[in-house]
């Protein structure tokens, strides 16, 4: 069956820009989750979903940054006014249940770049 | 908070030989446990986790791992390694629903 997929794969932007990038979790799975993964790092959590709503932001680390998930099955990052500490691989995952020991299903990634 | 730390950011083993990945994870309730393997251009993979139950958890492509709750570790192991084991491997430690990574360990295999 068919994986989380993220579109795009890459995006290369300049500093001050918008950017939006996308999730299309596994079909039926309730929870989603974003992780940034800087280079040399491992995946840093930014937001989890529980159907539309965002059930946890904490780790967004800032204003510039949101994440929508109107009907409960894709997701978009909005990045706003984009920094070169943005810079990263924008990871998505989702899971049956968003519980503890589920296990999360992750894309490929975004790569993005700021110039 | 939860977290964990991977000992080792680069591993070189040759092919045959063993494969030992070493995390340790801070935690003040039982902890569950993953390991994620990262293929180049690919989205992290499960290769194991351990919720409760048996210590010594097997997963994928011959891999397993063990808790031990006196050490604090979840170390995986393979006891031998193959040329498509190459790739960046990491912990993790669940606190509700949001995975804790440790930074990564990569692994070269020599032929």
């Known amino acids: 069956g068919a994986g989380v997929s993220q579109t795009p794969s890459n995006k290369v932007t300049e500093k001050g820009k918008y950017v939006e990038l996308r999730c299309d979790p596994i079909?039926?799975?309730?929870?989603l989750y974003w992780y940034r993964q800087s280079l040399g790092q491992g995946p840093e959590f930014l937001i989890y979903?529980?159907?539309?709503?965002?059930?946890?932001d904490s780790g967004l680390p800032n204003d510039r940054f949101f994440a929508v998930r109107p009907e409960g099955s894709v997701s978009t990052l909005k990045i706003q006014r984009t920094e070169r500490g943005d810079s990263a691989v924008y990871l998505c995952?989702?899971?049956?249940?968003?519980?503890?020991?589920?296990?999360?299903?992750f894309g490929p990634g975004t790569r993005l770049t700021v110039l | 908070a939860q977290s964990v730390t991977q000992l080792g950011s680069h591993v070189s083993v040759s092919e045959g030989a063993l494969v030992l990945l070493r995390c340790n994870y801070s935690?003040?309730?039982?902890?569950?446990l993953f390991w994620y393997v990262q293929y180049p251009n690919q989205g992290l993979q499960l290769l194991l986790k351990?919720?409760?139950?048996?210590?010594l958890v097997k997963g994928i492509n011959g891999f397993e791992a063990e808790f031990k709750k006196s050490e604090t570790s979840f170390h995986l192991t393979k006891p031998s390694a193959h040329m498509s084991d190459a790739a960046e491997y990491f912990c993790?430690?669940?606190?509700?629903?949001?995975?804790?990574f440790g930074a990564g360990t990569t692994v070269t295999v020599r032929a």
């Open positions: 995952a989702s899971s049956s249940e968003g519980t503890s020991t589920n296990e999360q299903f």
């Open positions: 979903f529980q159907g539309t709503g965002a059930a946890d």
């Open positions: 993790a430690v669940s606190e509700d629903y949001k995975l804790s």
């Open positions: 935690s003040s309730v039982p902890p569950y």
């Open positions: 351990y919720t409760t139950g048996a210590t």
């Open positions: 079909s039926g799975h309730t929870a």
